[in-house]
């Protein structure tokens, strides 16, 4: 399938996205049908605007990221993604409560297969959202992250910081 180059795929993608978070920000259990109706009514106004406005700035949005593949990686990504966290906030808890505070920090370099921007980018949120490292930048498919507890073997530190998120997020933006 060929990229789109800000085209009719990249209009409908940014349309369909603006839609939808229109309708979750919008959208409370309690609305009348009427209240509804003119949510959706003022929605899809807003969304043709913003699409009519933005899509020539966002030449790869495609529809093909619609696909129910992409969605059920994403979908257990996010539990991936929550795991990690709570398992970080408990080490950085258990480094915080130690007497001597057993932390070796530092800035190590991992290398990353994702291709798209989009896709480096949700990996070095990850990163960063998980307790205890910090992307500080990323250049081509390296990324420099701070870590609190730098382990002996500098090869084994892309997999410990990158964990799963690597492997949920290519099935998302492949």
């Known amino acids: 399938m060929q990229e789109s180059k800000g085209g009719k795929d ?3 993608f940014v349309s369909i996205i603006t839609f939808v978070t229109w309708i ?7 609305m009348s049908l009427i209240d509804f109706y003119q949510e959706v009514f003022v929605g899809i106004i807003v969304a043709i605007t913003v699409a009519a406005l933005t899509y020539k ?4 949005a495609s529809v093909r990221y619609f696909h129910p593949r992409r969605f059920g990686y994403l979908f257990v990504y996010v539990f991936v993604f929550l795991w990690a966290m709570i398992k970080a906030n408990f080490n950085m808890a258990r480094i915080v409560l130690s007497p001597k505070l057993p932390i070796r920090p530092g800035i190590v370099r991992i290398t990353t297969n994702l291709k798209p921007n ?3 980018l949700m990996l070095g949120n ?3 959202l ?3 490292t910090m992307t500080m930048e990323v250049d081509g498919n390296s990324l420099y992250i ?3 507890q730098v382990c002996e073997d500098l090869s084994q530190a892309g ?16």
Do not use: C, D
């Open 10 to 12: 990249s209009f409908a």
């Open 24 to 30: 979750a920000l919008t959208l409370s259990p309690g």
């Open 57 to 60: 700035h966002l030449p790869n």
């Open 118 to 120: 989009v896709a480096k």
């Open 126 to 128: 990850s990163i960063t």
């Open 130 to 132: 998980t307790p205890g």
């Open 146 to 148: 701070h870590w609190v």
């Open 159 to 174: 997999n410990i910081i990158k964990g799963s998120f690597e492997k949920w997020l290519g099935g998302v933006f492949s």
